[in-house]
């Protein structure tokens, strides 16, 4: 089988539907993805497809080879040159610490740090197949960093990170970029940051999906099982009635005269992230939605037994289930109406400032541990 080919065709297929680099474009020809999930047919591992590789004892994925298109998007937003030294955070398969050593040729460095023994170990041998031995992969808790080859030039977690960690900002150089799929209240943006006057400046956002960090730096988000393949996601604990029963009832359905998207998305992204700075009580709903429809998600609002969530079948509907259904569906359609009337604001045309004090007044704030972020949407 040649492999060399189905790499080609693979970062062909990705620069027809998006912006690749060069430098990138040729780490993903040269690094053998089927060696960093063994037990996948090759076929299958040159798709444009995350492939999970290990789940928690209810079944929630805890560790994955990430979707080659956002791995590119992620390294252009990093902007590695050789000769660099660069920390990850969240080993995986391995493959993203080998296109990063890629990038960085025989005379940088790559570190790449995993919480959990096994994923190490596994990553460390797919490392060693692909012949990828000059990058360095050590089990410790990622919030830490690796203070011992600090300072770095870039730094990049393949994991989603509620907060930015001390020990990230204080290990990299002042001319350093951080990128990290950050949560804004649930949703995540691959954001890359830098200094600039004594705070962090995003130079570019975008969407994106990850495993979430484990360990004491994990955040407030809530994953609830909700049955085999399909998962209820909230940004932080709350209380909730029997949501699967809900989800079985005939729908109260409104039209929200809103037009659909020019992409999925558009209204899956933008939509999530409106309600996520708008509604206390938005969620989302991942997985399997029901018979013949595939894997996918959707937002909206959870209260008690009830439930309300987006359609995007042509025209934007609203769909809610249970008793107070009806209810929460009209909330939604508003704020629909409300994302619409603003523009339809996106993921990438958000701007974001990290402050380690208190932010500015006059922007949405988003409190975390560490860091203040101030938001609002405006060209990067």
């Given amino acids: 089988m040649d492999f060399a080919t189905r790499r080609e065709a693979m970062v062909a297929l990705l620069r027809e539907r998006q912006d690749i680099s060069e430098p990138v474009a040729a780490a993903m020809r040269a690094v053998p993805r089927h060696l960093f999930v063994p037990g996948v047919a090759p076929e299958d591992a040159y798709r444009d497809e995350p492939i999970v590789t290990k789940r928690d004892a209810e079944g929630r994925p805890i560790s994955s080879s990430s979707q080659p298109a956002i791995m590119a998007l992620m390294l252009d937003q990093l902007g590695v040159e050789p000769g660099q030294r660069v920390l990850e955070i969240g080993a995986g398969t391995g493959y993203n610490a080998a296109l990063l050593g890629h990038l960085t040729g025989p005379g940088g460095r790559v570190v790449s740090v995993d919480i959990d023994a096994d994923i190490v170990a596994q990553a460390r041998q797919n490392l060693s197949a692909a012949g990828a031995d000059h990058v360095e992969v050590v089990c410790a808790d990622g919030a830490q960093g690796h203070e011992e080859l600090a300072p770095y030039d870039r730094l990049i977690a393949t994991v989603g990170v509620w907060d930015l960690a001390p020990a990230w900002m204080e ?53 609830t099982v909700l049955r085999p393949e399909l998962m209820l996601v909230l940004p932080e604990p709350r209380e909730f009635g029997d949501v699967l029963a809900a989800l079985g009832t005939d729908p109260a359905q409104i039209a929200t005269e809103v037009e659909g998207p020019s992409s999925g998305a558009e209204i899956g992204m933008g939509t999530a992230l409106w309600l996520a700075l708008h509604e206390p009580r938005w969620c989302a709903l991942i997985g399997v939605l029901g018979p013949g429809t595939g894997y996918g998600g959707t937002s909206g609002i959870v209260e008690g037994d009830s439930i309300a969530l987006l359609a995007s079948d042509g025209p934007l509907v609203v769909r809610g289930h249970g008793p107070d259904g009806a209810r929460l569906a009209g909330e939604l359609a508003a704020h629909v109406r409300d994302w619409d009337a603003a523009g339809r604001p996106k993921t990438e045309s958000l701007r974001i400032e990290a402050y380690e004090g208190p932010a500015p007044a006059g922007r949405t704030v988003i409190e975390k541990r560490h860091v203040n972020l101030a938001l609002d949407f405006g060209a990067n």
């Fill in 171 to 223: 290990q990299l150089g002042d001319q350093g970029r951080l990128v990290v799929p950050l949560d804004l209240r649930g949703v995540q943006a691959s954001v890359a940051l830098e200094r600039e006057g004594g705070h962090w400046v995003s130079r570019s956002v975008v969407p994106c999906g990850f495993m979430r960090m484990r360990g004491p730096f994990s955040g407030t988000e809530v994953i």
